[in-house]
């Protein structure tokens, strides 16, 4: 098992920290000596405000603090260029350089991003999860005065999110189920039957997915080593676009509408699987049991529904594409493009008597990963809006989250006994990116580096 220093960790790395609301901080470094001493005090021990570590909880505390750096973020604090230099392309280009490759394109182009999020500006986030909203403006205030101090730096735009009731996301599906376990990390809040994520696909500097393979650490190895990436996402979800989709698929198939909106995510809306439970949310399947089940017979789950056609749980359900446990994909990746889910949706509860309220709701999605590139581009590009990665796919796309915006995109329904799957037309894009980031997410270690760096004025350049 690896030994996973979990003091240096930033907590949501591998911790679900289960809080229910969180303000995102879009920050722009304005006096890189005084932001460099920011990020200093929240690991130095020498102000209230301290950066969450995976470390022990023995109580769980009021709020969680974290912080992501975009690489115009880490050159504006004034990194060596060996440094800035070191760090992966994607990560160098950044979320709006990047954005066709993910699907972002047409109405989620980040010419229609808000909060300055596909301004060069934006250098710093944090992440500041709360038990209560009273925590979040106490925290708040400190925050705000603490990086406004000496001018370091200057607010963008914040984004505000809350739990719904029911850990329920946007579009009604219970959320919570799947995630990644880390070999050295914490226990799984819910059981967990597929194998363990070797520590280095989700942090750097430790053996990786791949057989002999570790990720490149930025160096020098202290701002490097147990630092990860991640995807941030502001993602606005048309409630009432999806809700109308399910009644006229049902018309156009005679399915009830709940089992259309299981068909596409893979689960029905009480997080029940479909592969345990293909005709019924079955409520009596306990929520710890909801995440344990394979496509296939596999050593994870030998007793497995051989659903290898998808008859239970469509090939192109969002689930499944996003991962497909040990069924048979290209490149036979399976469990090779693996992501840390955190986040939380923003916006009221959808009220389907009010469906035009104007309001725009969605989550802020937190998507971590070692490699931005063979993890959250993976999926969203190839997984996400491909479909010659698993036969039977033909060109279709996945129906939450990919760009199904061409006319006559689809969605298939294998069905036992039918030669042909039965074909749901009539998709749009019912997510759309307003704003997104690839943030570096530093080890305490790695902050205290940056807080320490010494620059020489004279070229601002060092090494
Ligand atoms: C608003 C946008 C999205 C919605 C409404 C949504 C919805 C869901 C739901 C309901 C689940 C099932 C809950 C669970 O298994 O815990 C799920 C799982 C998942 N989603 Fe999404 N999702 C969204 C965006 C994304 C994005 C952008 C990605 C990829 C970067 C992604 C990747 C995944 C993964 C990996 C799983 C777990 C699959 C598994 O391990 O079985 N999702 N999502």
Known sequence: MADLPH????GFILRTYAMPVLRVFALKVEQPGAARRFLGKLVSGESDLQLATAIDWT???QYCLNVGLTYLGLAALELPASSLGSFPEEFLAGAAARAERVGD???SSPQHWKGQFASPDLHILLFLFTETEDILEQITRQLRADYSSDGAMSELSLHDGRSLPGSTAHFGYRDGFAQPTIDGGLPPLMPD????APAGEFLLGYPSQYTDFTYLVPVPPELGRNGS???????????HGFEQFLTDAAHQTGFDRELIAAKLCGRWRNGVPLSLSPDSADERILLEQRNSFDYVP???VPDAFDDHRGYRCPLGSHIRRMNPRNSTVAGNGGLKHRIIRRGLPYGPPYDPANPDDDVERGLLGLFIGVSLKDQFEFLMSDWGNKGNFAPGLRNTRDPIIGDNSMPGATFLIPSKGQKRPIELTGLSNFVTCRGAAYCFLPSAT???YIANLSVIPATGARD
Do not use: N
């Open 229 to 239: 990436f991640m995807a941030f996402r502001i993602l606005a979800q048309d409630c």
């Open 446 to 448: 790695a902050i205290r």
């Open 59 to 61: 109580t769980k505390p």
């Open 105 to 107: 394109t047409g109405e």
């Open 193 to 196: 039957v597929l194998p363990k």
């Open 298 to 300: 596999s050593d994870a």
């Open 7 to 10: 003091a240096d960790i930033q």
